[in-house]
């Protein structure tokens, strides 16, 4: 089985800086990779994914995602975040039928 | 499209007691989950199915069962509640599985809150 790990359970950062959050599974045999958001009291949604090709994946509000095989990662980046960017961020992995996700990051952006 | 729909939305359950959780979804999807979410745990898979007919177990099945007679329903069955799972629960979809544009896009319902006493 896999295990997908998020070193950081809370990142606050200011309005406007930049920010990572880290992401690493166990084995890099043919995984798919997800970053998923969840805003409070709601399901998640799908935020971007890495299924094959270009290793550098990007959402539509400005994140991004760079698959690393050798180091087995999947850090979510956003240049520039916004106080709307505020949420709890999943990185998942799929191996064969099976999801695995890490615990969360909390994203919490301040004025 | 309602998208992916679970009934109820929260539930007190008394030890022993039996429940199903709903799950529908209307865009035709094959693909269908159950997870549980803990606090600082993340999502679990507890089962999942890849068709109508076809279910199979995911990271924490013990103490829950599934079926899955029509694309559109995958209900999530408690027979006998224990306090472990006090959880939320969420439902997910997705239309297919592979790494072309546009698979592997799961959609999630807004949750079932669990708590058993």
């Not at chain 1, 880290?22 to 969840?38: G, H, I, K, T």
């Not at chain 2, 022993?16 to 529908?24: A, K, Y």
């Not at chain 2, 507890?46 to 990271?59: L, W």
Request: net charge neutral; hydrophobic share 35%.
């Amino acid at each position: 089985a896999q295990s997908v790990t998020q070193l950081d359970s809370q990142v606050p950062v200011f309005e406007e800086a930049p920010v990572e959050l880290r992401c690493n599974y166990s084995s890099s045999v043919s995984v798919y990779l997800f970053w998923y958001v969840q805003y409070p009291n709601q399901g998640l949604q799908l935020l971007l994914k890495y299924l094959s090709g270009s290793t550098l994946v990007k959402s539509i509000n400005g994140f991004e995602a760079e698959f690393n095989k050798s180091q087995t990662s999947f850090h979510l980046r956003k240049p520039s975040v916004h106080i709307s960017d505020t949420a709890e961020y999943f990185c998942a992995v799929k191996d064969f039928n099976k999801f695995y996700f890490g615990s969360g990051t909390k994203l919490n952006v301040k004025p | 499209n309602a998208g992916v729909t679970q009934t109820p939305k929260f539930r007190i359950l008394k030890i022993g007691q039996s429940m199903t959780l709903q799950c529908t979804q209307d865009m035709n999807h094959n693909y269908m989950y159950w997870y549980r979410q803990d606090p600082g745990m993340g999502l679990k898979l507890i089962y999942y199915s890849v068709g109508a007919g076809i279910t199979d177990k995911g990271e924490v099945p013990n103490g829950y069962n599934v079926s899955r007679s029509t694309t559109e329903d995958f209900p999530l069955r408690l027979e006998l509640a224990a306090p472990s799972q006090t959880s939320v629960y969420f439902c997910a979809s997705s239309a297919t599985s592979g790494r072309a544009e546009g698979t592997e896009t799961q959609y999630f319902g807004p949750g079932t809150r669990l708590l058993v006493l």
